[in-house]
């Protein structure tokens, strides 16, 4: 049974930095893409990182690219979203998930297992 357990959102001003945690259970995902998600009210899920959980490779949705960073950490079983220079529009629940495809889909279907999600407001 695969777990996952995001923490580390909250309120900030923006321009300021959070840092998510998704601490994943019930399997080995080395052969795992791991990805974040957010969904702000009225909108639909939408697409923010994925990482490739044996190479490491990355991939982001435009508005992000260049102020979040997504990492795992192998010995924690953890992936990590560090989102700096934060703007109130990414304002949302941020939730991690993960897939047994090897391929990185920004598409939430692909994913087969979701965290709760946590909520991240940025003010302005």
């Known amino acids: 049974q695969v777990q996952l357990v995001e923490s580390g959102g909250g309120l900030v001003q923006a321009g300021g930095s959070l840092r998510l945690s998704c601490a994943a259970s019930?399997?080995?995902?080395?052969?795992?893409?791991m990805g974040w998600f957010r969904q702000a009210p009225g909108k639909e899920r939408e697409f923010v990182a994925a990482?490739?959980?044996?190479?490491?490779?990355?991939s982001y949705t435009d508005p992000v690219k260049g102020r979040f960073t997504i990492s795992r950490d192998n010995a924690k079983n953890t992936v990590y979203l560090q989102m700096d220079s934060l703007k109130p529009e990414d304002t949302a629940v941020y939730y991690c998930?993960?897939?047994?495809?090897?391929?990185?889909?920004?598409?939430?279907?692909?994913?087969?297992?979701w965290g709760q999600g946590t909520q991240v407001t940025v003010s302005s």
């Open positions: 019930g399997r080995t995902f080395s052969r795992y893409v």
């Open positions: 990482i490739r959980w044996s190479d490491t490779s990355t």
């Open positions: 998930a993960a897939t047994g495809r090897s391929i990185m889909v920004p598409i939430s279907s692909f994913y087969d297992y």
